[in-house]
C-alpha cells in the first residue's frame, strides 16, 4: 500500500523553477548509435502561480534531449513570450487563466501567449507552438527565444499548435480557430512550402464558435472538426465558463479539397463527441477515413452552467471516422477500435495523410482521471489491433511518444519510440528508448535526468543530418 499513498499525494504537474544544462547523462542500456539529433519537448511551467489559471495555460518550457554517438546531454528554457518577459519584470502574475488580464496588470500588456503546447521543426526553422498566437521562433542549440514568426507579413492571427507536414512535398498545412477575434466562430486556414513560403492564407465561418485544437488532412483533403466545446463571449462577459461542452449543436466536419476553396467546403455531421489529436487520416477510393483519439463527453470544460461533464465518460479512446465523398450522405461514420483510455496518439511521420500500418499512443489506468494517468505505451496495427502494450511500474506516468526512422529508407516502424517517463518513487524523469515494434520488451535505454520533467503536450525528433 504505500506505494498507493505516494501516488495519491504526489503528481507530476508543478512547475520546475529553474533552467539547467546537464552535459553528460547517466544512461541505463545501450543507446542506439543511428539515433543523433535531438528529442525537443514543451508544455506548460507556470513562471508565477496564477489565480484561477488552470496548469494548461502555463508559460512554455522547452527540454531538449541531444542525442550523439551513444551518449545524452540535456537542456531546459522557459520560452521568453512577451507574457514571460512582462511578469519575470514585474516578479508576480499579470495573467490568469485564457488571456485574462489581472485587476492590477499594466493597462498596455495585451500578449498573454505563452507557446506552450508543441514544437516543430520546418524550413529550417524551429518554431514553438499555442493555439492562439503566432509561432514563436527558437534557437536550435542554445533552445534561446527569437521571437515570432509571422512568415514575412503573410500570416496574421492564431495559428494551430498541430500543423501537418506533407511527406512528399515538405508543405506544411496548418489552420487557426478563433480567426477573428477570441470566442468567434471563424476559422483560417493556410500553406507554406518547404522553403518557407507562404503560398495560402484565408479565412472562413465555421457552424459555431468551438475549441479546434487539432484538425485532418490527406494527401488531397483537409478536414475542420467543429466539436460542441463551444465558446461565447456571453457567458465570457458574464463570469460563466467562456468555453463549455453543449452537446446539442452536435459534431460538425468540414472537407475541404486542398486544391479548392473555403466556398467548396462540404460539412458532414455526427453524434456529439470531442476530439484533441488525430493520429493520421487517408483516402480509400471515394472515402476519407481517420483515425482519432475520441471522448464521447469533453473532460476539463463543463456545461454552460458550470456542472462538470461525466468523468466516465470523458476517457479518449482510438476511433475511425469515415466519410463517404460520394454524395450518398451527410452523416460520418464512427467506430471504436479499442476500449482502452488513450492519448497522444503518433505515427510514423512519413506515412502522415497517407494508409499507415502502425501507430502508437500512450495508454491510460482506466481507475485514474484521463490526465496525469498515462501509465504506459500501445502499439497498433493500420486497423487499431494492438500488436504490443508497455506498461510502467505502478505510479509512473509516460508522455507522449515520439517514433524516429532508423533512417531515411527504412521501412514504416523500423525505429525507436522515445518517450518521457515521470518516476513516482524518485520524483524524477528518464528518456526512455522502445524499439518501436518490440514495445513489450521495455525500454532499450533510458537516459536518466536527476529532476523531473513535468508533465507536457508534444515533441518532435529533430535529426542531427
Given at each position: 500500500?504505500?506505494?498507493?499513498?505516494i501516488?495519491?499525494r504526489r503528481?507530476?504537474?508543478?512547475?520546475?523553477?529553474?533552467e539547467?544544462?546537464a552535459?553528460?547523462l547517466?544512461?541505463?542500456?545501450?543507446?542506439?548509435r543511428?539515433?543523433?539529433?535531438t528529442?525537443?519537448r514543451n508544455g506548460?511551467?507556470?513562471q508565477?502561480?496564477?489565480p484561477?489559471?488552470?496548469?494548461?495555460?502555463g508559460?512554455?518550457?522547452?527540454h531538449?534531449f541531444q542525442?550523439?554517438?551513444g551518449?545524452?546531454?540535456y537542456?531546459?528554457?522557459?520560452?521568453?513570450t512577451?507574457?514571460?518577459?512582462?511578469?519575470?519584470d514585474?516578479g508576480?502574475?499579470?495573467?490568469?487563466?485564457?488571456?485574462r488580464?489581472?485587476p492590477?496588470?499594466p493597462?498596455?500588456?495585451?500578449?498573454?501567449g505563452?507557446?506552450n503546447?508543441?514544437i516543430?521543426f520546418?524550413a529550417?526553422?524551429l518554431?514553438?507552438?499555442e493555439?492562439a498566437?503566432?509561432?514563436?521562433?527558437?534557437e536550435?542549440g542554445?533552445?534561446a527565444?527569437?521571437?515570432?514568426?509571422n512568415?514575412?507579413?503573410?500570416?496574421?492571427g492564431?495559428?494551430?499548435?498541430?500543423p501537418k507536414?506533407d511527406?512528399?512535398?515538405?508543405?506544411?498545412?496548418?489552420?487557426?480557430?478563433?480567426?477573428?477575434?477570441?470566442?468567434?466562430p471563424?476559422?483560417?486556414?493556410?500553406?507554406?512550402?518547404?522553403?518557407?513560403?507562404t503560398?495560402?492564407f484565408?479565412?472562413f465561418e465555421?457552424?459555431?464558435a468551438?475549441?479546434?485544437?487539432?484538425?485532418?488532412?490527406?494527401?488531397?483533403?483537409?478536414?475542420?472538426?467543429?466539436?460542441?466545446?463551444?465558446?461565447?463571449?456571453?457567458?465570457a462577459?458574464s463570469?460563466?465558463p467562456p468555453y463549455?461542452?453543449?452537446?446539442?449543436k452536435?459534431?460538425?466536419?468540414g472537407v475541404m479539397?486542398?486544391?479548392?476553396?473555403?466556398?467548396?467546403?462540404?460539412?458532414?455531421?455526427?453524434e456529439a463527441?470531442?476530439?484533441?489529436?488525430?493520429?493520421?487520416?487517408?483516402?480509400?477510393e471515394n472515402?476519407?477515413?481517420?483515425d482519432?483519439m475520441?471522448?464521447?463527453e469533453?473532460p476539463?470544460?463543463?456545461?454552460?452552467?458550470?456542472?462538470?461533464?461525466?468523468?466516465?465518460?470523458?476517457?479518449?479512446?482510438?476511433?475511425?471516422?469515415?466519410?463517404?465523398?460520394?454524395?450518398n450522405?451527410?452523416?460520418f461514420q464512427?467506430?471504436?477500435?479499442?476500449d482502452?483510455?488513450?492519448e497522444?496518439?503518433?505515427?510514423?511521420?512519413?506515412?502522415?495523410?497517407l494508409?499507415?500500418?502502425?501507430?502508437?499512443?500512450?495508454?491510460?489506468?482506466?481507475?485514474?482521471?484521463?490526465?496525469?494517468?498515462l501509465?504506459?505505451?500501445?502499439?497498433v496495427?493500420?486497423?487499431?489491433?494492438r500488436?504490443g502494450h508497455?506498461?510502467l511500474?505502478?505510479?509512473?506516468?509516460?508522455s507522449?511518444?515520439?517514433?524516429?526512422?532508423r533512417?531515411?529508407?527504412?521501412?514504416?516502424?523500423d525505429?525507436?519510440?522515445?518517450?518521457?517517463v515521470?518516476?513516482?518513487r524518485?520524483n524524477r524523469?528518464?528518456?526512455?528508448?522502445?524499439?518501436a515494434?518490440?514495445?513489450?520488451?521495455g525500454?532499450?535505454?533510458?537516459?536518466?535526468?536527476?529532476h523531473?520533467?513535468?508533465?507536457g503536450f508534444?515533441?518532435?525528433?529533430v535529426?542531427?543530418?
Open positions: 500500500m504505500q506505494h498507493d499513498s501516488t495519491e503528481n507530476n504537474i508543478a512547475p520546475i523553477p529553474f539547467a544544462d552535459p553528460f547517466k544512461i541505463i542500456g545501450e543507446l542506439p543511428e539515433l543523433n539529433g528529442l525537443y506548460p511551467n507556470p508565477f502561480a496564477s484561477g489559471a488552470h496548469w494548461f495555460v508559460d512554455g518550457m522547452l531538449a542525442l550523439d554517438n551518449r545524452a546531454s537542456r531546459n528554457r522557459w520560452v521568453r512577451p507574457k514571460w518577459l512582462a511578469e519575470h514585474a508576480r502574475a499579470l495573467f490568469g487563466g485564457f488571456g488580464k489581472l492590477d496588470a493597462a498596455d500588456l495585451t500578449d498573454s505563452v507557446a503546447t508543441n516543430i520546418h529550417g526553422k518554431l514553438a507552438l493555439e498566437h503566432l509561432p514563436t521562433e527558437i536550435p542554445t533552445l527565444t527569437r521571437g515570432y514568426h512568415y514575412q507579413g503573410r500570416v496574421a492564431s495559428f494551430t499548435a498541430h507536414i511527406p512528399a512535398t515538405g508543405e506544411l498545412v496548418f489552420f487557426g480557430y478563433n480567426a477573428a477575434g477570441p470566442l468567434t471563424a476559422l483560417s486556414y493556410g500553406s507554406i512550402d518547404a522553403s518557407g513560403k503560398t495560402r484565408e479565412r465555421a457552424p459555431y468551438s475549441m479546434v485544437h487539432d484538425f485532418i488532412v490527406t494527401a488531397n483533403h483537409v478536414l475542420f472538426p467543429i466539436l460542441p466545446v463551444t465558446g461565447s463571449m456571453e457567458r462577459m463570469g460563466r463549455a461542452w453543449e452537446p446539442d452536435g459534431a460538425y466536419v479539397k486542398r486544391s479548392g476553396t473555403a466556398k467548396e467546403i462540404v460539412w458532414f455531421r455526427a463527441c470531442y476530439v484533441f489529436h488525430v493520429m493520421n487520416a487517408w483516402e480509400d472515402r476519407i477515413v481517420a482519432v475520441q471522448f464521447e469533453a476539463l470544460f463543463p456545461h454552460p452552467d458550470g456542472r462538470p461533464t461525466d468523468p466516465e465518460k470523458s476517457r479518449a479512446r482510438h476511433c475511425r471516422w469515415t466519410f463517404d465523398l460520394s454524395g450522405t451527410d452523416r464512427q467506430t471504436y477500435l479499442d482502452l483510455t488513450g497522444f496518439p503518433r505515427i510514423d511521420d512519413r506515412r502522415a495523410g494508409k499507415n500500418r502502425h501507430g502508437w499512443y500512450a495508454c491510460a489506468n482506466p481507475r485514474l482521471p484521463m490526465f496525469g494517468a501509465c504506459g505505451v500501445v502499439h496495427d493500420g486497423n487499431g489491433r500488436l508497455y506498461l511500474p505502478a505510479g509512473d506516468t509516460i507522449e511518444p515520439v517514433f524516429v526512422e533512417s531515411k529508407d527504412a521501412t514504416e516502424g525505429g525507436w519510440l522515445l518517450a518521457v515521470w518516476r513516482a524518485e524523469s528518464d528518456l526512455a528508448v522502445f524499439n515494434t518490440d514495445i513489450e520488451a525500454p532499450v535505454a533510458l537516459v536518466q535526468l536527476g523531473r520533467v513535468p508533465d508534444h515533441g518532435n525528433w535529426s542531427a543530418v
